[in-house]
């Protein structure tokens, strides 16, 4: 199976708000997918689900291989997560972020510090190992996030807005480091703000008011909706969105 991601007729209600509407789609192994809607358009929650932090209230859906209404904590397991916030921690060096990340997910002992190593010295990191966290740019921050994500090798790995805040250049480099996990096979789910970076994916859905009103290659897209730019095709679906809440 090629899937690293399949969901069919997904929905999440709160009480009579329906905040997933009957969502279906799949995401392939190694696959750059950005998922894409304004604030209020039911992303959020739908990842959460993905996750395995939120039960459906029905359809069904398997990710990294697992069901996600019973085996949501393989799914846990089995995925890395980074959020806009980073999910670091501050009064911790470089190396013991690392290391935490990797005893949270498993990794055997004897596995961590050549791991460790290995990625800070891709990074250009390992004369910064002993650094306080807090200490570090915000570039570097973001890289280090995303390393700490992929670092027990995760199937998939959601990235929840990991742009935001950072300059052009500093999202152009972290987007290299997408574009090399994926290389080697890991599967990027990916939310943002910036209409670019929607450019960079191999395939793009965007939520209406919580239900998928377009999905496809940015190229596709542009041209069935007479766009030249992402950007110009999300304004248009956005448009049809009545709530926003």
């Known amino acids: 199976m090629n899937n690293a991601i399949k969901i069919n007729n997904l929905t999440k209600k709160f009480g009579n708000f329906t905040a997933v509407d009957n969502i279906s789609f799949d995401v392939q192994k190694g696959e750059i997918f950005g998922f894409l809607g304004a604030n209020g358009a039911g992303k959020t929650t739908a ?7 939120s039960v459906p209230t029905s359809g069904s859906g398997v990710v990294a291989g697992f069901d996600m209404t019973t085996e949501s904590e393989k799914i846990k397991r089995n995925i890395g997560y980074m959020s806009q916030k980073f999910s670091l921690y501050e009064d911790l060096t470089v190396w013991e972020n690392f290391r935490y990340y990797a005893a949270i997910y498993g990794v055997r002992g004897r596995e961590i510090a050549t791991r460790t190593t290995g990625m800070l010295r891709e990074l250009n990191f390992y004369a910064d190992r002993d650094t306080l966290v807090k200490d570090l740019p915000l570039g570097w921050k973001q890289k280090l996030a995303f390393s700490t994500a992929v670092f027990h090798r995760p199937e998939i790995v959601f990235l929840d807005e990991p742009t935001g805040g950072v300059d052009p250049l500093t999202r152009r480099q972290f987007w290299e480091l997408i574009y090399k996990a994926a290389e080697s096979g890991v599967t990027i789910f990916v939310t943002t703000h910036y ?12 939520m209406v008011d919580g ?10 897209l542009k041209q069935h909706f007479g766009a030249d730019s992402m950007d110009g095709v999300f304004r248009q679906l956005a448009r049809k969105a009545q709530r926003t809440d």
């Not at 990842?47 to 932090?53: A, I, N, P, Q, V």
């Not at 209409?195 to 965007?206: G, H, L, P, Q, T």
């Open 47 to 53: 990842m959460r689900m993905l996750c395995g932090l």
């Open 195 to 206: 209409m670019d970076e929607a450019e960079y994916c191999d395939r793009v859905s965007i």
């Open 211 to 220: 239900r998928i009103e377009a999905m496809d290659s940015p190229a596709n």
